[in-house]
């Protein structure tokens, strides 16, 4: 009889784990070997910030998979304290370096599967060694952090960048009684979002008592005579002041192993894989955060640096080193949700922002409307933006921002665009509705809709910052609306109920370029088609009418 295959893995946590409970249930016979530089070898990355607020309580709830579990269930070799430090191609073997007993030693593998994930940037400021310094990435820095939260006599805390884990962390600091500042270099939270979406989470910080920064990047720790933090200074100058200090700017995948071994690196920074996660190497596999992706709306590579993802990458390289084949790995599209107290922000695929960045032609619809029917009571506004190909109608990705029901429907999208759906594909979805959950005319339905409309030419959209000056304003609203809450920056808008529009036409001059404006853009659609059709060339509506108006141009 042969040699049983030996597979070697690096790394646990999502991809690791995934690779090797899947390739022993598919391979018995298979010697597998996973190896983990930290403690813990499966843990839930992603609910680390709620045990640091106590909304998960248990800290045992956040461990996975102990190692003793994997190997009783399914026979794995879990080696925990165990780093690989080099790779040998050629003798397909891995140094292994235990840091428990400092012995170093050779390990061979027939397939290896790496997914060592990625490390917090700590960017090189002075002061940032001191103590009360902290990044989030693994099990450890979670107790640290929740101790020195624990103990705390001076609540106030400072958190380094808006993204998904530094808005979980601001919102579960305040949830244990701190004063919060965030610090974020761009101008808005969340930033691979277009600008205008996130303006509720801008509202959300502030009416719990967050102080955000943005625009100003951090220069400096401060500390006193014992370097421990006392605050943080900004390029501006600007002191914030606070003895427990998160920092929340993004990872660096570890590729220090994969290069050494003379691995190909992708221009994003990740390890380069084919669709069945296999490097240049074809017995070296990599997964997870150290890896790149082929995104879905540009099929370009990049590093998408999420669980989910990683799961099933993991998934399909422990099936394909253990047998030899598997199905190829599906386009990633960065799918991803965060909550922030009261409202709840997702994305999927581009924003506007992003197709500019990545030189793809896209285009957009926004609209405002309720999670479930208006009628029914508890409803709330979710804010929808859909951004398509202007040729094809080839939906490249969403945003949306609401109280309830954000995941359900950019998961939808998701879905839909994995099947590259286009804008009418989601017009004519099937979806559930009783009043308690929908609408019979879905927000994404409301979209789509708004999406066709300009495809066929029945409408265009003035976005929400176009310059109002100059242009004909017509405010479709009804007066009580218009007094309680004008449009911004349009002092000079013509105020003409839809209703009253047809007997008005003759206080309007058609030969001007119209900008017409309702609440959220539904009056206002029905006034453009009035207008177009009564010789008036060129009109547009204002994408998401006067709310998001308003919303994005409170000062004006």
Do not use: W
């Amino acid at each position: 009889m042969s040699d049983p295959l030996k597979i070697v893995i690096i790394g646990g946590v999502a991809g690791g784990a995934s690779a090797a409970t899947r390739a022993r249930r598919l391979n018995e016979q298979a010697q597998i070997v996973l190896l983990e530089k930290d403690e813990y070898v499966s843990f839930a990355n992603c609910g680390l910030p709620y045990h640091i607020g106590e909304e998960i309580a248990e800290r045992g709830k956040l461990l996975v998979a102990t190692k003793e579990m994997l190997n009783r269930r399914f026979n794995l070799d879990v080696r925990t304290r165990s780093e690989a430090t080099a790779i040998n191609r050629e003798a397909k073997t891995v140094t292994v370096l235990n840091h428990e007993s400092g012995e170093t030693y050779e390990l061979p593998y027939g397939k290896l599967i790496l997914s060592p994930g990625a490390a917090p940037l700590v960017p090189p400021i002075p002061g940032i060694d001191a103590q009360g310094v902290f990044t989030l990435r693994n099990v450890a820095d979670m107790d640290h952090i929740k101790s020195c939260v624990d103990q705390a006599s001076e609540k106030r805390a400072i958190v380094v960048g808006a993204g998904f884990i530094g808005l979980e962390m601001v919102e579960q600091l305040v949830r244990r009684g701190f004063d919060v500042a965030l610090a974020e270099m761009q101008p808005q939270v969340l930033p691979p979002f277009d600008r205008e979406m996130v303006t509720p989470i801008h509202e959300e910080l502030q009416t719990h008592g967050v102080e955000f920064v943005p625009g100003d990047a951090i220069s400096a720790v401060l500390t006193d005579s014992e370097n421990r933090a006392t605050g943080i200074e900004l390029a501006s100058g600007r002191k914030l002041t606070g003895g427990l200090v998160i920092m929340g700017l993004g990872v660096r995948p570890n590729t220090q192993l994969a290069q050494q071994a003379g691995l190909e690196i992708g221009e994003t920074g990740g390890v380069l894989t084919n669709e069945f996660r296999q490097t240049n190497d074809p017995d070296i596999y990599a997964v997870g955060d150290v890896s790149e992706y082929t995104y879905g709306p540009t099929g370009k590579s990049m590093r998408v640096a999420l669980a989910g993802p990683a799961n099933r990458a993991g998934r399909l390289a422990g099936q394909h080193a253990a047998t030899g084949s598997s199905d190829p790995m599906a386009d990633v599209y960065g799918t991803a949700i965060v909550r922030v107290f009261e409202q709840t922000a997702a994305m999927t695929g581009l924003s506007e922002k992003l197709a500019a960045r990545s030189g793809v032609e896209a285009t957009s619809v926004t609209i405002v409307a309720g999670q479930h029917a208006g009628y029914f009571p508890g409803a709330t506004p979710i804010t929808l933006k859909l951004v398509y190909d202007p040729k094809d109608g080839r939906v490249l990705g969403a945003q949306a921002v609401g109280k309830d029901g954000i995941d359900k429907r950019i998961d939808v999208i998701a879905t839909s665009m994995s099947f590259k759906a286009t804008v009418r594909d989601l017009a004519g979805l099937d979806l559930c509705y009783a009043p308690p959950f929908g609408s019979a005319k879905d927000p994404i339905h409301q979209a789509a809709f708004a999406a066709c409309n300009a495809l066929d030419g029945f409408t265009s959209y003035a976005p929400v910052g176009t310059d109002l000056a100059g242009k004909q304003v017509v405010d479709v609203r009804t007066s009580g609306e218009v007094e309680r809450a004008p449009l911004q920056g349009a002092a000079h808008a013509m105020h003409v109920p839809v209703d009253e529009l047809r007997d008005r036409l003759d206080e309007l001059d058609a030969t001007k370029e119209t900008v017409v404006t309702c609440a959220v853009g539904l009056r206002g659609h029905v006034a453009t088609r009035i207008l177009r059709q009564r010789g008036f060339e060129n009109v547009k509506n204002l994408t998401g009418g006067a709310t998001l108006r308003n919303r994005n141009h409170p000062d004006e």
